[in-house]
């Protein structure tokens, strides 16, 4: 990839939309005390740096701007992580540093541009850059996007998201893409006398009103009619069943 180009790119004030999935430890690293990190990171590169809400196990990081700004955005993160696994290791008595390792999320239809007749393409990034890039084989849950994951050094990391910015904007994506959304972290929820709670640690905490409010709901929409019976109930039961608890898995947002 000629360099001049990736310059050219750069200096085109062309807005470009990267996405990054994240586990929650990788997220907080990148917030940091009271958000001052993302914060200096925001201020620095003047890109816009979304992180997707919810309780979930992975999150969304979207990174938004000029393709200058999103390469400033990039190096931050790429060296932000690397100090981490230094200050991983200096407690750990493994000698050999991990590769940093990014994951960004690319509507599928672009993948076959990155990756190249033959797996040209990507063979190329691989050794003009030196880092290691991988194309999924399947499509993230309930999406029509792919993972890519980029691990090397923090320079490496930085070269080759450039050469991908160039491809993903030589090759807009075709049809309409799905956004792939983590799913939160569910908390089972148990219906009990007409209450809802959740389940924290040890403890059942009584749920918000709407959860109670649907499950009251549920309860009146019994599932079948016997025979010869007009009123919804179950024949043979007291007029006064006992109460009953059923447990249901419901995400937390």
Do not use: W
């Not at 000029?66 to 400033?72: E, L, N, Q, R, V």
């Not at 990014?102 to 007749?117: E, N, Y």
């Not at 029509?144 to 160039?166: D, N, Y």
């Not at 109670?212 to 549920?218: G, N, S, V």
């Amino acid at each position: 990839m000629d360099p001049a180009k990736i310059q050219s790119e750069g200096g085109l004030n062309v807005t470009l939309t990267i996405r990054l999935l994240m586990h929650g430890k990788e997220v907080g690293s990148i917030i940091g005390k009271k958000g001052e990190t993302v914060k200096k990171m925001r201020e620095e590169s003047s890109a816009r740096i979304n992180i997707s809400e919810g309780n979930c196990p992975e999150r969304i990081v979207t990174i938004t701007g000029p393709t200058d700004a999103i390469f400033k955005a990039f190096a931050m993160i790429a060296y932000k992580f690397e100090e981490d696994i230094i200050n991983s290791m200096s407690n750990s008595p493994a000698t050999s540093k991990p590769p940093v390792t990014l994951r960004l999320v690319v509507p599928a239809s672009q993948c076959g541009s990155l990756i190249g007749k033959g797996g040209s393409k990507i063979k190329e990034m691989r050794e003009s850059t030196g880092a290691q890039v991988q194309v999924a084989g399947d499509m993230l849950p309930s999406s029509t996007e792919r993972a890519v994951t980029i691990s090397g050094t923090p320079e490496a990391i930085i070269q080759c998201v450039k050469q991908i910015c160039v491809v993903i904007l030589e090759s807009p994506p075709k049809g309409a893409t799905i956004p792939y959304r983590p799913k939160p972290a569910s908390t089972p929820v148990i219906f009990s006398g007409g209450q809802a709670y959740t389940i924290q640690g040890q403890y059942a905490i009584p749920h918000p009103d709407q959860l109670t409010k649907l499950h009251q709901l549920a309860m009146q929409q019994t599932p079948f009619t016997p025979l010869g019976q007009t009123t919804p109930a179950f024949p043979g039961l007291d007029a006064s069943p006992p109460a009953s608890t059923h447990e249901l898995t419901i995400p937390n947002d």
